[in-house]
């Protein structure tokens, strides 16, 4: 009889792994020289392209992995959390874009949010 670890799928059984089509309002920022980056949330793995193409990264930056706003970023020199710290002059560009979409999205998410709420103010 093969042990069975019950905590060897606690994760994915508890967040449901990649399968975020009932999530919205995410942004999956995956730097990609993060030695964690193999674990991150893409719509199209940019690590099998890169196999495919001898090395060369083939996806875009910018992944729409569902139409509920769950997005998903590829920072090419991007290491772990390098778009939340602060801004350097040093930066590489794909990290002040990747802090540009971030930061369009959650203005976005907030003017919706404060819709809504005034919208509800009104029926109340």
């Given at each position: 009889k093969?042990?069975?670890?019950?905590?060897?799928?606690?994760?994915?059984?508890?967040?449901?792994?990649?399968?975020?089509?009932?999530?919205?309002?995410?942004?999956?920022?995956?730097?990609?020289?993060d030695?964690?980056a193999?674990?991150?949330?893409?719509?199209?793995?940019?690590?099998?392209?890169?196999?495919?193409?001898?090395?060369?990264?083939?996806?875009?930056?910018?992944?729409?992995?569902?139409d509920?706003d769950?997005?998903?970023?590829?920072?090419?020199?991007?290491?772990?959390?390098?778009?939340l710290?602060?801004?350097?002059?040093?930066?590489?560009?794909?990290?002040?874009?990747?802090?540009?979409?971030?930061?369009?999205?959650i203005?976005?998410?907030?003017?919706?949010w404060?819709?809504?709420?005034e919208?509800?103010?009104?029926?109340?």
């Open positions: 093969e042990n069975y670890d019950p905590f060897s799928t606690w994760l994915e059984t508890y967040y449901g792994s990649s399968n975020v089509v009932s999530h919205s309002n995410i942004i999956f920022s995956n730097g990609l020289l030695p964690w193999a674990g991150g949330v893409y719509k199209d793995d940019p690590f099998q392209s890169s196999k495919a193409n001898n090395g060369i990264l083939s996806v875009p930056m910018f992944q729409n992995i569902t509920n769950v997005i998903a970023l590829l920072i090419e020199f991007g290491g772990h959390h390098t778009d710290m602060y801004s350097n002059k040093l930066d590489p560009e794909c990290v002040i874009k990747a802090r540009d979409i971030e930061k369009q999205y203005r976005k998410w907030i003017s919706e404060s819709k809504n709420l919208a509800q103010a009104i029926y109340q």
